[in-house]
């Protein structure tokens, strides 16, 4: 049987949403259905469902506003009889209690919007105001969240802890014998795994390029309880000398090189030019570290390596579990026991190196912990600046009601309804900033991931989730309540009742006088603070940047070619260079190309331990330790390192006895007073059977490390003479180092078509890179200080502007009395001054008690520097006196006959 | 007395017309059919509770049919107020009217 036609559910359900229930919307969709059956008949089931949509929603809406009760205000418009509303109410079977509350606070915010809808100007620079100051705050939070508090992808991530070895409180990578005793004499920590950086020409197909990887033994992957998302990861038979050559590859690696399909597992990848099998590939949320592609086992390569000195400390890591229950305190502890025993065993290679153990989190997080809780601090700072600013405004604008509110408090109108008209317009304005704040924070996590964050990591856990929208809505709730409340509360304080008696003129009680004074030197005083931390962190950069570090960074191209061993065997690296180096310097713009391994700046360093022959020796102990680095001469020409004395390397020293140059300060420390040239060198001792090394030149020291760094024992070999992997420097004059590289590509194609660059780039940004954390901070405050300093001068400008406003009159007076229109002036100057002053007394302290804690940002100067602190007090001082002087002056342009006149 | 609008005299008129047949959709049809004005079922509903709420009209639920989806027809009938109030109305509309027959009559 076909019954009869049902109108949609969704209709029927919008219009009870819409417009409530009761007896009433009953038959209302009685009568709708009754139509739905007609339209049905007549144009078909889609038009009368679209109908049916269409008039539930609207009858939906009438109805509702009538209940809301704007047709009360209409009907009173028309003249007809109002008031209706509560026996419909009563009649329509419709409930109002709760809707109540809801009803008038809809009318409440209503009227606040329309309150600022009045002073547009004001009410668009409050909610710019609150936007930043609330989008500052949301995009910390959300930064800060993502770095530090989004879980690590383990089990249990806080019994995780890095053990390093450190000599002479410097940490240094750990031997690997001495990792394999550990193991087997801990019981603080469960389970242990080293691993080792490392970086792989990946062949994919057609393409080669580089990834990032570890060399790893098989328990790192206990170690972390993490496991393979696809095939498995490494098994210990596999991390045994001799053992298969397999890698487990990265989610990202798999999804972009390598086809992205399961049957990955089983597949031969080259590696370096070496077949591997692929056995797994992690999930998609595994980190370890700043990421990877690749993880090999360690195992096979440790036969016949430096791996197995005991005294070589081969760039080895040592990650591991603490065993249940185990503190990190108690864990190094035995772990320092255990050093000590191992120390006693093994003297020669073991003397003085002690165990350093860092809770993983800390070990990745570092600094960066520090800086985001120190960003977060000083947005809070920017945040309470702009809401007094915004209280100073909202107060001030009560201050001009204050006549409207006195009537309106004589008429019986409650304090309560007072209070929450002024709630009502605050929350408008905070929502709404809060809002924009939100917005302006939605772009942090792409800018981010972009352009960095100093050298913040993690940072793609960076995103503005329910969470952060949540602490935004939260912050600007509080703000509206913090905003209103100020000057709600202010309202008792001053009498009202002789307000109405007067001609009209607003002016403001005692008590919102002082309220503003104590607001504007509040601002001022956190906007100082601020300001100098800002200054500090900026002279430091400064500092850094026009540090001298021995070398031009400037139109430095460097990159490194990478030569897989399979090919290039120690004698064939020579001559790939010195080919390269041709074809280099051949290329236009190009006035020099050298190399040299490892690079200043690089981050890598090798050392060893010299003999300075001549001396008496007695032991291990008289040797010096010195850096060392295999060059060219072109690499001291490229990087305009000066030659002081001799010559730098020849082409006719291949062959011949080795030679070293040795930096200035080297030469001064091994033969002070000397002259160095001549003199001779034995690496690694006198018994070590090295032949020794003759000093042919002394070149200028380098930063190595940065401008932070030491400058430590520098020696040169010529790269003939101890041919190493290396980093090409070309020195490029003209054009951008960067636009150089196509033509260093098609030089190094021409040599080998399957070595590929990287680590390429201009030297300068990897000296940027050394100064990216305090330059990002420097940014971060000084985005926050002058913000804060912008909305702490127009409090400035607020307040000057309503004095002279409010006391137009006075001024006439005084004017047409005979004073002197400039004195006058100076006076409404001089009235925001005990304030701003105040604040700035303030600033200046809380800038001394808290700059130290920007201590390890700052580079050449104190964080109580008297300069710093001097300039901004005084531009302070001077940009203060500007705010006040242009509302002031305006008082100038009123002739004080019509103003008296108008009275 | 309550005085009353143009919509809410033409939806009196309307009640009083169809009698005890008078609901919600019969009173739109019967303006539509009479006027030719199509007015949107919110604008009558509304009117409607307005007059309720005076007192002017009184509704009584009648029957639930299958049609309507069970649910009870809400029949109207124009109270004394109501009439005393179409009364006033179209006693008032008359003598406004008065005299103006030539000039406000259509055509010829």
């Known amino acids: ?903 | 007395m309550s005085n009353v609008g143009e919509l809410e005299t033409l939806i009196l008129l309307a009640i009083l017309r169809l009698g005890p047949q008078a609901y919600g959709v019969s009173v739109k049809n019967e303006l539509a059919d009479r006027t030719g004005r199509r007015l949107t079922r919110g604008a009558i509903y509304t009117a409607l509770r307005r007059l309720e709420a005076k007192g002017l009209v009184e509704g009584r639920l009648g029957e639930a049919t299958p049609a309507r989806g069970g649910r009870a027809k809400r029949y109207l009938t124009v109270s004394d107020a109501g009439l005393a109030a179409v009364r006033t109305a179209s006693r008032d509309f008359d003598r406004m009217r008065a005299g103006l027959d030539n000039l406000i009559r259509e055509g010829p």
């Not at chain 1, 960067?738 to 390429?760: F, M, N």
Request: proline letters at 6%.
């Open chain 1, 1 to 903: 049987m076909k019954g009869t036609p049902s109108p949609p559910h969704l209709g029927e359900w919008l219009l009870r949403v819409v417009a409530g229930g009761g007896a009433l919307v009953e038959t209302i969709r009685g009568d709708l259905r009754e139509d739905y059956v007609r339209w049905h008949e007549s144009s078909g089931h889609f038009r009368a469902d679209a109908r049916h949509l269409a008039e539930s929603v609207l009858i939906g809406v009438r109805l509702r506003v009538a209940r809301s009760g704007w047709w009360r205000r209409t009907d009173r418009r028309r003249g007809t009889c109002g008031g209706g509303l509560r026996a419909l109410s009563s009649t329509g079977g419709v409930e109002m209690g709760r809707g109540d509350l809801v009803q008038e606070w809809a009318t409440e915010l209503g009227r606040a919007v329309r309150t600022h809808g009045r002073h547009p100007g004001a009410a668009v620079l409050v909610l710019l105001t609150l936007g930043l100051g609330v989008g500052a705050v949301t995009s910390v939070a959300a930064i800060l969240k993502g770095v530090l508090l989004t879980p690590f992808p383990y089990a249990d991530a806080e019994e995780l802890v890095l053990i390093q070895e450190e000599r002479d409180g410097d940490p240094i990578s750990v031997s690997y014998p001495n990792y394999l005793d550990w193991q087997d004499r801990t019981r603080a920590v469960e389970d242990m795994a080293a691993y080792q950086f490392a970086s792989f020409t990946v062949q994919a197909g057609e393409r080669a390029l580089r990834a990032r990887g570890y060399r790893v033994t098989a328990s790192l992957f206990d170690v972390l309880q993490a496991d393979a998302a696809v095939g498995r990861t490494i098994s210990t038979v596999e991390d045994t000398p001799g053992g298969p050559a397999v890698a487990v590859v990265s989610h990202s690696l798999w999804q972009t090189s390598l086809g992205g399909s399961p049957d990955v597992v089983g597949r031969s990848l080259l590696l370096d030019g070496v077949p591997h099998d692929v056995i797994g590939v992690m999930p998609e949320n595994f980190e370890f570290w700043s990421g990877g592609e690749v993880w090999v086992p360690l195992g096979p390569l440790v036969q016949g390596s430096e791996l197995e000195s005991r005294g070589t400390h081969a760039g080895v890591y040592v990650v591991g579990r603490l065993a249940p229950g185990v503190e990190p305190t108690e864990a190094t502890a035995e772990l320092t026991a255990i050093a000590e025993e191992l120390e006693a065993v093994y003297p020669d290679a073991n003397r003085g190196v002690r165990l350093r153990l860092t809770t993983y989190s800390e070990a990745v997080l570092g600094d960066a912990q520090r800086y985001l809780t120190m960003l977060l601090a000083a947005v809070l700072l920017l945040l309470v600046v702009a809401c007094l600013n915004v209280a100073g405004v909202v107060q001030a604008r009560n201050a001009e009601r204050i006549r409207e509110i006195s009537v309106r408090l004589a008429l019986g109108s409650g304090r309560r309804r007072l209070v929450r008209q002024f709630l009502a317009e605050s929350l408008v304005l905070s929502l709404g900033g809060g809002a924009l704040g939100l917005g302006l924070a939605w772009l942090v996590p792409a800018l981010v991931r972009a352009f960095g964050f100093g050298g913040i990591p993690r940072l793609e856990h960076v995103r503005v989730d329910p969470l952060i929208a949540v602490v935004a809505l939260g912050i600007s709730v509080l703000v509206g309540l913090a905003v209103a409340l100020m000057p709600a509360f202010s309202i008792g304080g001053d009498r009202l009742d002789g307000v109405i008696g007067d001609s009209g003129r607003s002016t403001m009680g005692r008590g919102a006088l002082r309220t503003q004074n104590g607001l504007l030197a509040v601002q001022v005083a956190v906007a100082v603070t601020l300001t100098i931390g800002a200054a500090l962190v900026a002279r430091s950069v400064q500092g850094m940047l026009s540090e001298d570090l021995g070398f031009e960074t400037e139109g430095v191209l460097a990159f490194r070619v990478d030569l897989p061993q399979a090919r290039y065997g120690w004698s064939e690296r020579p001559p790939f260079y010195d080919a390269l180096l041709e074809r280099i310097e051949a290329l236009p713009g190009v006035v020099s190309a050298g190399v040299v391994e490892p690079l200043p700046l690089s981050g890598r360093d090798r050392s060893q331990s010299v003999y300075v022959e001549g001396r008496p020796y007695t032991g291990r102990e008289d040797l010096e330790p010195v850096d060392y680095a295999p060059a060219s001469a072109g690499y001291f020409t490229a990087m305009g390192i000066p030659l002081l004395a001799g010559r730098l390397f020849e082409s006719t020293d291949e062959g011949q006895p080795s030679v070293a140059i040795v930096s200035e300060s080297t030469a001064e420390r091994f033969w002070p007073g000397e002259n160095p040239l001549g003199k001779t060198l034995v690496g690694g001792g006198p018994e070590s059977g090295n032949p020794p090394l003759t000093v042919v030149g002394v070149v200028g020291d380098v930063r190595h490390y940065g401008v932070r760094g030491d400058v430590p024992n520098q020696m040169y070999f010529h790269y003939r003479q101890l041919p190493l992997g290396g980093t090409v420097v070309v020195d490029v004059e003209g054009v951008d180092p960067v636009d150089a590289l196509p033509g260093v590509r098609a030089a190094v194609r021409e040599l080998d078509s399957a070595a590929p660059i990287y680590d390429a780039g201009p030297l300068v940004d990897l000296f940027d890179r050394t100064v990216a954390d305090e330059r990002t901070v420097a940014w971060a405050l000084g985005f926050f200080s002058t913000f804060a300093l912008l909305l702490a001068l127009l409090g400035v400008y607020g307040v000057t502007a309503r004095a002279a406003t409010s006391r137009t009159r006075e001024l006439a007076v005084r004017s047409a009395l005979g004073a002197r229109p400039p004195a006058l002036v100076a006076r409404l100057i001089r009235g925001p001054m005990p304030a701003v002053l105040v604040g700035l007394a303030g600033g200046v302290l809380g800038a001394a008690l808290t700059s130290r804690v920007l201590e390890s940002l700052l580079y050449g100067v104190a964080p109580t520097d008297p300069t710093t602190f001097a300039t901004v007090a005084g531009a302070v001082i001077a940009a203060a006196a500007v705010s006040a002087a242009v509302p002031a002056a305006r008082v100038l342009a009123l002739a004080p006959s019509e103003v008296l006149r108008e009275e």
